[in-house]
């Protein structure tokens, strides 16, 4: 029995120790969880600026490229088709004022990384998924964000899923609303107000 006592403590030590060792790997030491659905645990307003390649602007300044054409069922359509089966993949800017950096592919503390895709024939919509990523000495590691961009809303939400870094674990709801955005979609600014209601803190 003796032998067995030992056995299972050395199991127990090891195990305590590997858990642990992963909490630190992931930056948690000394965290608390916090949960709150009537208050948000941490809030931020961004700004998304896309400016996409389309042939005549600057490949130096351009932070997004169609990655897909447009189906045929979306020229097959009236109205006309709104770029049904289009995808498009960025990595732009984000910032803390609506000023554009210049050139937009500048290194920024924060940039928005992912793709997004037009979903509806019969009006401008949009299903996004990306990555914000901050890499400063205020934040670092990653939120993941990712829902329908539903255009004609003056307001939309995506789900905050997940996160790494200083947001590991965190939940929480993105508001996106467009604040400019050119005839021709080649450039639009998005307000991007982030509130957190499950957080390591």
Not at 8 to 26: C, P, Q, R, T
Not at 51 to 69: E, F
Request: charged share 20%; proline share 3%; hydrophobic share 40%.
């Amino acid at each position: 029995m003796a032998t067995w006592s030992n056995a299972s403590l050395i199991v127990a030590a090891v195990v305590v120790l590997g858990l642990s060792s992963a909490s630190v790997a992931h930056g948690r030491r000394g965290r608390s969880f916090v949960s709150s659905y009537d208050a948000p645990c941490k809030e931020m307003r961004l700004y998304l600026h896309d400016i996409i390649y389309d042939y005549s602007n600057s490949t130096s300044n351009s932070t997004s490229a169609a990655a897909t054409k447009p189906t045929a069922l979306s020229t097959a359509v009236s109205n006309p088709g709104y770029f049904f089966g289009e995808m498009v993949v960025f990595n732009d800017p984000m910032t803390e004022r609506k000023a554009l950096p210049s050139p937009a592919m500048e290194k920024t503390a924060v940039r928005a990384q992912g793709l997004y895709l037009y979903d509806k024939k019969e009006a401008p919509n949009a299903w996004f998924a990306f990555s914000v990523v901050f890499n400063s000495t205020a934040h670092r590691g990653t939120l993941n964000l990712m829902g329908a961009d539903l255009m004609s809303e003056k307001t939309r939400d995506l789900s905050v899923v997940g996160g790494t870094g200083d947001f590991f674990m965190a939940r929480g709801v993105a508001t996106l609303s467009t604040d400019e955005a050119s005839a021709d979609l080649s450039y639009f600014r998005l307000k991007v107000d982030i509130k957190l209601y499950e957080c390591y803190v």
